[in-house]
Every structure is written in C-alpha cells, then in structure tokens.
T-cell receptor, first 112, second 114 residues
Framework: KNEVEQSPQNLTAQEGEFITINCSYS?????LHWLQQHPGGGIVSLFM???GKKKHGRLIATINIQEKHSSLHITASHPRDSAVYIC??????????????FGKGTKLSVKP | EPEVTQTPSHQVTQMGQEVILRCVPI?????FYWYRQILGQKVEFLVS????????KSEIFDDQFSVERPDGSNFTLKIRSTKLEDSAMYFC????????????FGEGSRLTVL
C-alpha cells in the first residue's frame, strides 16, 4: 500500500528556532510536494521536488530519492509559520501528477 | 497574483440533495483537480480533469460525483445525492502543466450535510 508518513505529528517551537519536519514514503514517486495549510483551512503549495534541494526564503526542502525521504526545514521560525505542513507524493504512473497521496500533516505551533 | 477561487465557502444541505461546488481556476492553467478533506483527516484526491475529460479518479469518486467545465472558466464538482459522509472541505486546484509545475489551491468549500 502506498503510504506517506510524517513526523512529528505535532511540534511546538520557540520563535527563532530551527525546525525540521520529516516525510517518508514507501514507493517510487515522480514528485513530492510540501504544502502549508492555514488555520482557516486554505492550502498553499510550498515546494515541488523530484530531486535535490530547493530554498525559498526561510524554507528549505530536501529529498533523498534512494532513501525515500524528504525534509522541510524552517530557519528562524516565527509565530506566523504556525500551520499544518503536509507532505504529498505523486506516483510514477504518469497522468497529470495531481493524483497525490497525502500525509496526515505536521501541526506546527511557534510561540513568541 | 492570480488565484484559484471557490464558491461557496460554506454550504449546508440536507441529505439527499444535489450540491454543486464551483471553482474558477487560474486562466492559463490546463489541469484541474478536486480534493476533499474530512474534518480531522488527511486530504484525499478525488479527480483530475484535462482537455474536457476526466484523466484520473479515485475510488471515492463514484457515480454520485461528476465534474465538468461548462463554459471554459468554471470547473464544477457535483454531488448528486449527498450523504452524511460527504461532509468535508472540498479543494479545487489547478496547474499549468501536468508533469511539472506548482499546484495552486483554492481556499476550499466546506460542505455540511445534515
């Protein structure tokens, strides 16, 4: 069965801390997405990765295809980073790559 | 910045009623998707749509569900006869290309079936 596992489920940090969220998956994939879900429910795409590393501002995403593992890092965390971070993968089966398998999400709370 | 818009933001309906959720994808996007998230659970893929036809669908997307793009701008999800278990947040998303590119999500439509 295709699974996406995230850890930790919940994470509380102090403002300024370096944060890492992990994602592991069990099958070959064509791409991995990191998404941010706001408290109101809306979803924003942060990264789409198929190899290596991407950086956007204070966010860094890495993927190791051989180990089937990805990490999302947040440097100098801020209370506005508080959200649920979701890892999702699209499989090697072709198509439009929108048939994603989602993880359960990591709820991040950053305290001032 | 272009965005995906969804209406309504919240709909309450009686079991057995038909519901239509509407989405306006970003204008130059070609691939369209619906996802749902039951409260407290993970997001699930429902269907993808390209070139005016369904390209992929999940087991959830049974005969009670349908999608269409009636006028070249709106992308709709219809649930013919709602059940209690259809209560969820429904997200529309779109992207320019199928194989690469960022997915853009709408803010979601919350459906409550009583």
């Amino acid at each position: 069965k295709n699974e996406v596992e995230q850890s930790p489920q919940n994470l509380t940090a102090q403002e300024g801390e370096f944060i890492t969220i992990n994602c592991s998956y069990s099958v070959g994939i064509s791409a991995l997405h990191w998404l941010q879900q706001h408290p109101g429910g809306g979803i924003v795409s942060l990264f789409m990765l198929s190899s290596g590393k991407k950086k956007h501002g204070r966010l860094i995403a890495t993927i190791n295809i051989q180990e089937k593992h990805s990490s999302l890092h947040i440097t100098a965390s801020h209370p506005r980073d508080s959200a649920v971070y979701i890892c999702a993968v699209s499989l090697w089966e072709g198509g439009s790559q929108g048939n994603l398998i989602f993880g359960k999400g990591t709820k991040l709370s950053v305290k001032p | 910045e272009p965005e995906v818009t969804q209406t309504p933001s919240h709909q309450v309906t009686q079991m057995g009623q038909e519901v239509i959720l509407r989405c306006v994808p970003i204008s130059n996007h070609l691939y369209f998707y619906w996802y749902r998230q039951i409260l407290g659970q993970k997001v699930e893929f429902l269907v993808s749509f390209y070139n005016n036809e369904i390209s992929e669908k999940s087991e959830i997307f049974d005969d009670q569900f349908s999608v269409e793009r009636p006028d070249g701008s709106n992308f709709t999800l219809k649930i013919r006869s709602t059940k209690l278990e259809d209560s969820a947040m429904y997200f529309c998303a779109s992207k320019v290309r199928g194989d690469t590119g960022e997915l853009f999500f709408g803010e979601g439509s919350r459906l409550t079936v009583l």
